[in-house]
């Protein structure tokens, strides 16, 4: 694991993305940075960009690429809503057109080739909390489906390739993640309530604000991408990566409110379409074959998560 690998990170100006680059470059490895800038910046990475470790290209992925890697995490996407539903056929090329492109780089190259799934391939569940062997619901023509559908076919292409050019494959379902570095407007729901506290402006909840969801912070995750990159050839996944812990979307508004003080109220809202009511990952499979288990608590993320939104807001 501690061998220095050539790593191209794919949507490494990301939330995500830019958490991996700094924890692969802390433990010694070259790091090739990958964006567009779409929803990502420069500056996430740009204590990174001196580093004689470190280099940053501006690419889109829908384009082939042709660098040399011993391990690809492709986490190029947009990931909220709001962003990935802005230009939906262009985000429906990201995962389909730039997986198609990083899977043939990795055939190129013989590197292992991580995927940044998500656990909108379960869509709207029947089961819970959500195991991998699970189907899941997915509504193909709605407002979400260039996002799950997307995901969805480029674990498909994947996996072909794994079957058909023996390809190493490690597919990530990442649950919902937070942290510094997230995207102060992109509506969700972390950043979202954290925002709306600190300036003391209505919090909105959709729904009654009984829907559950499953909170893991960044780091936590990083590191169960990482184990699962350098675990054994056959452990390919589709593996759940996120915290299994639930809260109900009112009891977080309830603590961020708490954990800076603010004046803010609570409003509700009509409950977007397709919206699950309840997520939350099973991750024995992650226990045994990783070892791995996030441990930050909610409390104190979210205390890290507020002091950096503190800063950007006063910046
Ligand atoms: N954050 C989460 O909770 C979460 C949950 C499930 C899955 N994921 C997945 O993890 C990955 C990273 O998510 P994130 O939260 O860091 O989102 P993000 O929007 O912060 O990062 C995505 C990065 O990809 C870049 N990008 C988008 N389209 C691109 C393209 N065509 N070519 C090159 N770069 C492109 C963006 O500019 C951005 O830097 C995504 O694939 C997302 O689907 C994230």
Known sequence: MHLKNRILVTGG????????CDELVNQGHEVLCVDNCFTGTKRHVRHLLEHPNFEFMRHDVTFPLYIEADQIYNMACPASPIHYQYDPVQTTKTSV????????????????????????????PEIHPQV?????????????ACYDEGKRCAETLFFDYHRQHHLKIKVARIFNTY??????????????????????????????????????????????????MNSKEEVTGPINLGNPTEFTILELAQRIIDITGSRTQIVNKPLPQDDPKQRKPDINLAQKE????????????????IAYFERLISE
């Open 179 to 228: 942290g510094p570095r997230m995207h102060p407007n992109d509506g969700r729901v972390v950043s979202n309530f954290i925002v709306q506290a600190l300036k003391n402006q209505p919090i909105t909840i959709y729904g009654d604000g009984s829907q559950t969801r499953s909170f893991c912070y960044v780091d936590d995750l990083v590191e169960g991408l990482i184990l699962l």
């Open 132 to 144: 991998e062997s699970y189907w899941g619901r997915v509504n193909p023509i709605g407002p979400r």
């Open 290 to 305: 990783l070892n791995w288990t996030p441990h930050m608590s909610l409390a104190e993320g979210l205390k890290k998560t």
């Open 97 to 124: 057109h730039g997986a198609i492109n990083m899977l043939g780089l990795a055939k190129r190259t013989r590197a292992t080739i991580l995927q940044a799934s998500t656990s909108e391939v379960y869509g709207d």
């Open 13 to 20: 100006c990301g939330f995500l993305g830019s958490h991996i």
